[in-house]
């Protein structure tokens, strides 16, 4: 069964900490994006990758940064965690050149900055 | 550029009773169209899909979408609900502006009235 697996369900940290979110897909997808979702405007991208060590940004990269150095695994970071970053953050996944594929999605990671 | 729209954030139906959520899209070529589902505190699993070939889609868990290119809309729906639809749902439609990528609509959230 193909997976895409986010490290942690629940995170709680503090205003000003370093964040690090990991997804992992088992599936040797070439594309992987990072979601954030909140009540009543749906999900937004953060950053993309379409291969090894190469990243976009999406339509709110401010504050977060990505990392990609194994085609596995795609981190996002919050640099400097604020109150305002507390959200469900979803990690997404799928083969180059398919969109008819549709995405593979992880559980997610609700994060809470306090 | 290609977009979304669910129409209604929210809504209720009762147990037994037919399930209609909407969407309609806006794509200047042939898109491929999505419904997914997000039970709570899970990610999105997908549904059903249109790629262009059968125009009446069906999916997991009784789910069901036709494909109306004169209307522009890929709504779906469930002939008898069920307490265990209550979940948010997803229209999605991809992006040919963007390569790989595929636009969200901001969700529908499904009430089931006993």
């Known amino acids: 069964d193909v997976k895409v697996t986010q490290s942690s369900r629940y995170l709680v940290k503090r205003t000003g900490e370093k964040v690090f979110l990991e997804c992992v897909q088992d599936m040797d997808h070439e594309n992987m994006f990072w979601y954030r979702q909140d009540p009543g405007l749906g999900l937004r991208l953060i950053y993309f990758s379409y291969d090894v060590k190469m990243k976009e940004k999406g339509d709110i990269p401010e504050g977060y940064s990505v990392s990609r150095e194994k085609k596995e695994r795609f981190s996002l970071i919050l640099e400097s965690a604020s109150t305002n970053q507390t959200s469900m953050y979803l990690c997404a996944s799928s083969p180059s050149g398919r969109v008819d594929y549709g995405y593979t999605f992880g559980s997610g990671t609700r994060l809470t900055v306090v | 550029a290609q977009s979304v729209t669910q129409l209604g954030s929210h809504v209720s139906v009762s147990e037994g009773a037919l399930v209609l959520l909407r969407c309609n899209y806006s794509s200047s070529v042939p898109p491929y169209l999505f419904w997914y589902v997000q039970y709570p505190n899970q990610g999105l699993q997908l549904l059903l899909k249109?790629?262009?070939?059968?125009?009446l889609v069906k999916g997991i868990n009784g789910f069901e979408a036709e494909f109306k290119k004169s209307e522009t809309s890929f709504h779906l729906t469930k002939p008898s609900a069920h307490m265990s639809d209550a979940a948010e749902y997803f229209c999605a439609v991809s992006d040919w502006d963007r390569d790989d990528k595929i636009i969200f609509g901001k969700g529908t959230r499904l009430h089931i009235l006993p």
């Open positions: 249109y790629t262009s070939a059968a125009t």
